[in-house]
């Protein structure tokens, strides 16, 4: 538990008594071809199928967070453009220094 969970107004949702009413659910409704892709994707989409298949989802946290993130976005907004990474202020001063992911220094070791 966090901060803001021990600090959270308790939420009163339960009752001493059972209701016992019947009810009908609301099922959502989906196209029963939604798990297909088409015939002929289009040409983004062909690029997002290709990149899904690069990805290693045999374990978890293997996939590449950016593009997999890139992939989703696509999935559920399509040509919407995707938004940027938001970071706290403090995150500029906390990496100050450091080396950006993925580009190692490529000088000598004798330094």
Do not use: C
């Not at 016992?20 to 798990?35: E, G, H, K, S, W």
């Not at 289009?42 to 890139?70: G, V």
């Amino acid at each position: 538990m966090n901060f803001l969970d021990s600090n959270a107004t308790p939420i009163d949702i339960f009752t001493d008594k059972a209701d016992l009413r019947p009810y009908i659910a609301v099922l959502p409704t989906i196209a029963l071809d939604n798990l297909y892709p088409p015939d002929k994707p289009s040409e983004r989409m062909a690029y997002f199928m290709r990149l899904t298949d690069k990805q290693d989802l045999s374990h978890p946290d293997m996939a590449d967070p950016r593009e997999l993130n890139a992939i989703i976005w696509f999935s559920v907004r399509g040509d919407t453009p995707m938004p940027g990474i938001a970071r706290l202020p403090a995150f500029e001063l906390m990496t100050a220094g450091l080396k950006p992911d993925g580009k190692e220094d490529k000088k000598g070791d004798d330094e």
